[in-house]
């Protein structure tokens, strides 16, 4: 199992800047994953944000695309999402989500966090 814990949340003014982190729990340490970053705003679906793929590739979506850095400390088993220039729209829960990494592949987020609230006042 994975146990995704994400913290860091808060209430920004539009522009400035906010880091999310997601604490990672795995049930062994060889375990390989796969680890992104979701957001969900109210009556809006769940969307990808920015994701780091099975061999370490980091992607974002094209909203978020040169403002948010998605970045990992193996050593500490910390998952961060630095997101500056921040825009109303960004307001949402942000979930970190985990998949299981199958020689690179990643095969699905299915383990999620609480998820963390995002609100940007513009």
């Known amino acids: 199992d994975v146990r995704l814990v994400e913290y860091g949340g808060g209430s920004v003014q539009a522009g400035e800047s906010l880091t999310l982190s997601c604490g990672v729990t795995?049930?062994?340490?060889?375990?390989?994953?796969?680890l992104g970053w979701y957001r969900q705003a109210p009556g809006k679906e769940r969307e990808g944000v920015a994701f780091?793929?099975?061999?370490?590739?980091?992607t974002y979506k094209d909203p978020v695309k040169g403002r948010f850095t998605i970045s990992e400390d193996k050593a500490k088993h910390i998952l961060y999402l630095q997101m500056n220039s921040l825009k109303f729209e960004d307001s949402a829960m942000y979930f970190c989500?985990?998949?299981?990494?199958?020689?690179?592949?990643?095969?699905?987020?299915?383990?999620w966090g609480q998820g963390t609230q995002v609100t940007v006042a513009s």
């Open positions: 989500a985990a998949a299981r990494n199958f020689d690179g592949d990643c095969a699905g987020y299915g383990w």
């Open positions: 780091i793929g099975g061999r370490g590739l980091a």
């Open positions: 795995l049930d062994y340490p060889e375990r390989k994953i796969c």
